[in-house]
């Protein structure tokens, strides 16, 4: 007997969803009148096909009703066209190719500031004097003269005894480059 009643409760709440789904309120659909609504309907019944809602004027979007449903689905003539417009998934960096090739001929040194970088050792008494610098995360780079490093397009122009010169180039907001020289020095260990 309990099944019984759980199964015609089922079934009554399965046509009950049914003919929500098909249209069966008496709702109208926004912007038709009722009795436009009602011959739609009538129609759909029928299996006629309904008759078209009043032409509207060319600014006002146009409804037209599903015959099934009963739902009025508005038309507004609008779609996307993607020319000349950026992909939204692409990234901003990418769209700037100066940025790009500025941060490919820095290397992975151009991406620190120069106070964010470390002198860790020098040699200078060869023809051909070379730094070892340190990045924040640890990794140790060896620069020699020449050198890509900085954020402001910074290049090595000498190694001295604990020091290493950085031409950097600025940018103001005027658009206007201005040079810099920055040194980085070897920090002195103390101890005994």
């Given at each position: 007997m309990t099944t019984l009643r759980n199964s015609s409760y089922w079934a009554l709440a399965a046509a009950a969803s049914l003919g929500t789904a098909i249209g069966c309120s008496q709702e109208t659909p926004a912007g038709l009148a009722a009795n436009e609504f009602a011959a739609a309907r009538t129609a759909a019944v029928q299996g006629a096909q309904p008759?078209?809602?009043?032409?509207?004027?060319?600014?006002?979007?146009v409804a037209?009703?599903?015959?099934?449903?009963?739902?009025?689905?508005?038309?507004?003539?609008?779609?996307?066209?993607?020319?000349?417009?950026r992909d939204p998934f692409r990234s901003f960096v990418w769209d700037r190719p100066d940025k790009m090739q500025a941060i490919a001929e820095a290397g992975p040194l151009g991406q620190f500031d120069l106070s964010q970088l470390e002198v860790v050792a020098v040699v200078w008494r060869?023809?051909?004097?070379?730094?070892?610098?340190?990045d924040p995360s640890g990794e140790s780079y060896i620069i020699g003269a020449g050198a890509a490093i900085g954020k402001n397009r910074g290049h090595v122009i000498s190694i001295d005894d604990n020091t290493v010169v950085v031409k950097e180039t600025y940018v103001d907001y005027l658009g206007q480059e201005t040079t810099k020289d920055v040194e980085m020095r070897m920090r002195r260990s103390e101890g005994g």
């Open positions: 008759a078209p809602p009043p032409a509207a004027s060319p600014a006002s979007p037209t009703v599903d015959p099934i449903s009963g739902v009025a689905q508005i038309e507004t003539g609008y779609s996307y066209d993607p020319t000349d417009k060869t023809g051909n004097a070379r730094a070892l610098v340190e």
